[in-house]
């Protein structure tokens, strides 16, 4: 078992199937020393544990919720990475992260939701899993997901 395998392991976390592309993309690509991986939703199972909004009026999606769903989403990234690594231990760091939150229109905390996923990533990778990030706030996302999350990793 490698070393974040093992990191995971801890966390109580394993790397889910990968979802299939529900376009033409592929999940994850590597050009020389970076991965990039497509938009990840927060699938559990192949199916999303929400849809709709994230806000705080009555019926859209609780920001802390989505939180969680955004963690979620950054693991599924990782998972979409390992099909093109021998291991995610060839991970050098985390280099960005794009966050999208399907947002109420009075709704301005993208930014916490999207640490779900930030968060994760330093648990898993320790300083290595610092990275640039963007948390942007969008109308809607592929399916009606709350959120959608990206990486940038650079490997060896």
């Not at 199916?47 to 019926?59: E, Q």
């Not at 919720?65 to 021998?86: F, I, K, M, Q």
């Amino acid at each position: 078992m490698g070393r974040v395998e093992a990191r995971l392991a801890d966390l109580g976390l394993v790397l889910p199937p990968v979802a299939a592309p529900a376009g033409s993309y592929l999940p994850a690509l590597r050009s020389g020393s970076l991965v990039y991986t497509a938009g990840q939703l927060p699938f559990v199972d192949g199916v999303l544990p929400a849809t709709g909004k994230v806000g705080t009026d009555h019926g859209s999606v609780d920001p802390d919720e989505a939180r969680s769903y955004a963690a979620t989403c950054a693991l599924n990234a990782l998972a979409a990475a390992a099909t093109v690594l021998d291991s995610l231990d060839d991970v050098v760091r985390v280099v960005k992260l794009t966050g999208f939150v399907a947002s109420d229109p009075a709704f301005t905390g993208q930014p916490g939701v999207i640490n779900g996923a930030s968060d994760l990533l330093a648990e898993i990778f320790g300083e290595a899993g610092r990275h640039a990030r963007s948390a942007v706030g969008v109308a809607v996302l592929p399916l009606d997901s709350p959120v959608e999350v990206e990486l940038v990793l650079e490997v060896r």
